[in-house]
């Protein structure tokens, strides 16, 4: 055979070189990727953190809440209140427009009421609690509550160390009265001639402690 030159080797050793760099490149990636596995880690997914509003919504509103809020207790009135006034304070008296009353003069009667207590008090004053009683010896001749219409509460504040006079009297119309016969005209009336009568008050439940008397002429 005949025998080849000098260049001929050199080419075929430097293919030759060639070739061992590349296989041994082939063989360290493959080293490289068996140990780094790189591929383990993106085919993992990541857990998933909770955003800022899945959070926020989490947490319950400071404003709200489950529970309807108490309503607020009453607060106590600061001031006492004024007390009903009871007998040992308080003084009534019968009180007449006049004392003698000529013929065909109608008396008018009016309560008199002191507080003599050391404090305020409050007592009814309406016509409801108001009794005139009009007698002759132990004869009653009239009773203001016999035919009375409509009557009315009104409770009052009567001050300590005061009297206060009923200011709209009632009128006697000089007649006897009852329950029976209020819509008569011409019931029984009252001698004159200088005749005695007694008018006695009752108000709020306390009675006068004397009566009052007039003439009637």
Request: aromatic share 6%; net charge negative; hydrophobic share 40%.
């Amino acid at each position: 055979m005949p025998r080849q030159s000098a260049a001929v080797y050199r080419r075929r050793r430097l293919v030759t070189l060639i070739a061992l760099i590349v296989f041994l490149a082939i063989i360290g990636v493959s080293v490289w990727l068996l140990i780094a596995r790189p591929w383990a880690g993106a085919a993992t997914e990541p857990t998933p953190e909770p955003s800022a509003s899945t959070s926020e919504s989490a947490k319950p509103d400071p404003t709200e809440s489950s529970t309807p809020s108490a309503s607020p207790e009453p607060t106590p009135d600061a001031t006492p209140g004024i007390v009903a006034c009871t007998a040992r304070d308080i003084v009534v008296e019968a009180v007449t427009d006049s004392e003698a009353y000529p013929a065909g003069v109608l008396p008018q009667l009016s309560i008199s009421l002191t507080n003599n207590g050391p404090a305020d008090c409050t007592i009814d004053v309406g016509s409801t609690t108001q009794v005139f009683t009009v007698s002759s010896g132990s004869d009653v001749w009239w009773r203001s509550t016999d035919c009375q219409e409509n009557p009315s509460s009104m409770i009052a504040t009567l001050a300590a160390g005061t009297t206060v006079v009923s200011k709209v009297p009632v009128t006697w119309d000089r007649t006897r009265s009852s329950v029976e016969t209020c819509a008569q005209e011409n019931r029984p009336r009252a001698p004159g001639g200088g005749a005695s009568y007694h008018v006695a008050v009752e108000i709020g439940g306390f009675k006068a402690a004397a009566t009052k008397q007039i003439l009637l002429y």
